[in-house]
């Protein structure tokens, strides 16, 4: 949940929305899917508005969709927002939202309901195992050594029946391999992600902010 006051260190949209963007961006590596609700105090109704068009900017470069159209304060004002991804991979089916208008104390309405659809059922998921060989940490040298001393190198195994041929290549190799570099078995759960350290989230943060600025150059080249 946010809430953004209209006065104070936050005030200004412009600060709202530097903090805002860098903890967006800090939830890219999370697990689970975004949604964010909350009193923005921004007047998303009001489509020339420089505020809003900085905001709606923002949360579009980052691929947010907001999904209250209607409004939220008494003063006929859009000021409360719910807010998901709007990427395939981390939507989140939405439906049913409505404002419910309320007397209270508040001159903003009490209560946003909406409806979010979900698979019915997550399967836990299993670690797998896999067999691998580390081929990188085989010491080429002794390897090539091994090679040229094996049986594949003695002048009484050539042989003109090509299977004899295969087999023994086979063998030979597959010994040479279990001695270098033998089979080891690891587990592994397909959830994890472990490629994703610091140095692939600031590429992404990178990334991201190289597309924001690219769509901010395209947008004011067209206006």
Request: net charge negative; aromatic share 8%; with cysteine.
């Amino acid at each position: 949940c946010v809430y953004r006051p209209g006065t104070g260190k936050y005030g200004k949209v412009s600060d709202f929305c530097t903090e805002f963007e860098e903890y967006l961006n800090s939830m890219t590596h999370l697990p689970g899917k975004p949604l964010i609700a909350g009193d923005f105090n921004i007047h998303m109704e009001d489509h020339k508005n420089a505020d809003t068009k900085r905001f709606q900017s923002l949360i579009d470069s980052l691929g947010f969709h907001q999904h209250v159209n209607e409004p939220t304060h008494f003063c006929e004002g859009t000021l409360d927002l719910v807010l998901t991804c709007d990427n395939v991979c981390d939507s989140i089916e939405m439906c049913d939202l409505q404002v419910i208008k309320t007397v209270t104390s508040s001159d903003h309405y009490d209560l946003i309901s909406f409806a979010c659809r979900f698979p019915h059922q997550v399967i836990p998921t299993q670690d797998l195992t896999l067999s691998t060989r580390s081929i990188s940490k085989i010491d080429m040298n002794l390897f090539k050594e091994d090679i040229l001393n094996s049986k594949l190198n003695e002048s009484d195994s050539s042989s003109n029946d090509p299977n004899e041929a295969v087999s023994l290549y086979n063998d030979e190799l597959g010994h040479l391999l279990n001695k270098h570099a033998p089979l080891i078995t690891i587990k592994y759960n397909p959830e994890q992600i472990k490629w994703l350290n610091a140095e692939c989230i600031n590429a992404r943060k990178k990334r991201r902010k190289a597309e924001r600025i690219d769509k901010r150059e395209n947008r004011l080249s067209q206006e």
